[in-house]
């Protein structure tokens, strides 16, 4: 394993757009568009592309309509279908892999490392002032960053414009991770702590 920085800051150079680019929320496939504006900052990255907003946006949309037309909806993604359905089959992107019940440790490891972490929330437990109240309660975002001399992660968060390199504490983060099923409206279950782990191609 790399050996973690003692101080200063590990911070990869994500693109950022918000999954409403031009503040579009209230269109359904926006307002629920975290994890594809996630997977789709993460993969720009990984195959080092640049992002625009238009892009963005029509990418977010074409996501969407892909899981519509494949899977009959695209609210909602858990970890695992989030690789499947979007990495995989939507972006033909296959350097990513699931990770289940991980700790603090394994996060930041992978930063350290140099890969791009996504992981899901309870939106509504992180506190963040720019949310529309009471926040999102299923909500993904990317962890692109860390820093060593304050204990936060560094994200770039699509639920809100202001998302680019916003920073958590690690215990808020973490204490909020939780992989939600897929598809709306689906009961809460066990809490599990679960990430998608995206290298550069």
Known sequence: PTVPPQNGVTLLDVPF??????????????????????????????????????????????????????????????????????????????NVQARHDVTIDDIKQEIFNG?????????????NPHYTSPGPLEHMLVIRGYDATTNEFITNDPGTRFGREYRYSEDLLYNAAYDYGTGDGHPVG???KNMIVVSAA
Do not use: H
């Open 190 to 192: 066990p809490i599990e």
């Open 115 to 127: 890969n791009v972490v996504l992981i899901p929330v309870n939106g509504r437990q992180l506190d």
């Open 17 to 94: 757009t918000s999954q409403a680019p031009f503040g579009g929320w209230g269109d359904p496939r926006q307002e629920n568009g975290c994890e594809e504006a996630a997977a789709l900052m993460a993969v720009s990255w990984a195959r080092g592309q640049t992002l625009t907003s238009q892009t963005a946006l029509d990418q977010i949309l074409a996501v969407s309509d892909f899981e519509q037309e494949m899977y009959g909806g695209y609210i909602d993604t858990s970890v695992d279908d989030t690789v499947q359905r979007i990495f995989k089959e939507y972006f033909n992107y296959s």
